[in-house]
């Protein structure tokens, strides 16, 4: 075979992966627009089953469209941040609906992806601490405290270099959060008290 001719054969097998990648970082658009749409209304305590729904389908639909023909696109950083997002989305929403949090296999996606997005779970949990806060209901709040420590010591397990985990930032994010949180629990409390004792 002549080189042009290999030169075009290389061409157009590129040019194929170049339109699926397009349409990859399309579909990872959608998912992360998704997943934080979900997020926000979780907190507004609105319905999100439909939102759900439609996200697991884009996840589905990606996976579909890169696994068997460009599994190196799967793991591309696009398509890992949008998993990520989605992972976040689904881990919340089962913890806010009092649900077991799903394991990585559950949701078809990676171990690393999975604890990125369960790293950020930590600052939906403080929103939700906060909110109990603003409502005084001091029990909830050490409840939402209780699970981002419960994740954050979770997370503390994985101690890998940054190219094969880049978990560090979130674990030091994670643990300003909790010291944060616990800090405002605790002069919210103090401050009850002392509204009582007057």
Known sequence: MKLQEIAKSVEEELDEKDSVREIAIKSSRAIIRLASQSIIKMHRREEVKDDLRRLKEEVWHLKSLLSNQYPDLLYAGFVQNAFQEYCEAIILHSILQGEEIPHPKELGINSEAYLMGLGDVVGELRREALESLRKEEFSQAEE???????????????NYPSGLLPLKPKQDTARALIEKTRSEITMAQ?????????
């Open 144 to 158: 939402y405290l209780r699970l981002m420590e419960e994740i954050y010591e979770n997370l503390l397990r994985f």
């Open 190 to 198: 103090i401050a009850m008290r002392m509204r009582k004792d007057k």
